[in-house]
């Protein structure tokens, strides 16, 4: 059974800086596509950003694009989403998912292991 746990999450001022990170294990993490999601009160879940397996390519939703960089260290079976530039509409549940794959993937349905959840406010 794969297991993955977020941290990171707080409260942090608009334009400021987070840094959340997701460690897995139960799996050899680098065959598995990394991905990064989050959900307000009353949506659904949406894609943030996806990476491969080798950490190669990356895959970003357009309103993050230039401010969060998804990475990963194969070696500590880690992966991380550096938020900059945090505005008040990126306050969300952010939840890590892994899938059994290597390519990369921004629909929910193709993540097989997802973690608890880290929230993160922004205030304005």
């Known amino acids: 059974q794969v297991q993955v746990v977020e941290s990171g999450g707080g409260l942090v001022q608009a334009g400021g800086s987070l840094k959340l990170s997701c460690a897995a294990s139960g799996h050899t993490f680098s065959n598995y596509g990394m991905g990064w999601f989050r959900r307000t009160p009353g949506k659904e879940r949406e894609f943030v950003a996806a990476i491969t397996g080798s950490g190669g390519t990356t895959l970003y939703e357009d309103s993050v694009k230039g401010r969060f960089t998804i990475s990963r260290d194969n070696a500590k079976n880690a992966v991380s989403l550096q938020m900059n530039s945090l505005k008040p509409e990126d306050t969300a549940v952010y939840y890590c998912?892994?899938?059994?794959?290597?390519?990369?993937?921004?629909?929910?349905?193709?993540?097989?292991?997802w973690g608890q959840g880290t929230q993160v406010t922004v205030s304005s």
């Open positions: 998912a892994a899938r059994r794959a290597y390519a990369l993937a921004s629909n929910v349905y193709a993540y097989d292991y």
